[in-house]
């Protein structure tokens, strides 16, 4: 009986940790209201969402790692979206390789590179999309710093 407690107990925290995750706040004309209910599946009409990686992505100090940003459109949503993204911690860069996700596009990449004295540890920057019209939509992207 304790295996089967402690399987459905893993089962459980696989689902939490795989399905809320990294949702972020929906951008674009058809955001009436931060508090707006979002639908069960997909995105609200007008609206997009930046989706990052599920997991942590590892840099080493001295190194470089390419992380996808993609973007879900909601119906009726084909706007340009102009990313920006915040401020990396002491000793990383962060670069969009192209800072706009064009209205055909599904995704661009950020380019994180480590000084070989970055700081060490696990950070989150917000990467912030900005359509041409409309609310701005943001993300966390999760990376870890380590000893190289």
């Given amino acids: 009986m304790k295996q089967t407690l402690a399987t459905r107990l893993i089962m459980a925290l696989a689902v939490v940790a795989l399905s809320g995750c990294n949702q972020g706040t929906a951008g674009g004309p058809g955001v009436t209201s931060p508090s707006q209910k979002q639908p069960a599946y997909g ?3 007008n ?3 930046l989706s ?3 997991m ?3 840099l080493q100090q001295g190194g470089e790692q390419e992380v996808s940003i993609g973007i879900k459109r909601g119906r009726n ?3 340009d979206v102009r990313l920006k993204v ?3 911690p002491k000793g990383v860069t962060i670069e969009s390789v192209q800072p706009v996700i064009k209205h055909g596009d599904t995704e661009t990449k950020l380019k994180l590179k480590a000084d070989a004295d970055a700081s060490l540890g696990d ?3 917000k990467v912030t999309g900005h359509p041409t019209r409309g609310a701005d939509a943001s993300n966390d ?3 870890t710093v380590a000893k190289k």
């Fill in 56 to 58: 942590s992505t590892t």
């Fill in 43 to 45: 995105e609200a009409d």
């Fill in 77 to 79: 949503f084909s706007e």
């Fill in 47 to 49: 609206t997009f969402n």
């Fill in 86 to 88: 915040a401020e990396g």
């Fill in 52 to 54: 990052v990686p599920p």
């Fill in 141 to 143: 992207v999760q990376f």
């Fill in 123 to 125: 950070f989150t920057v």
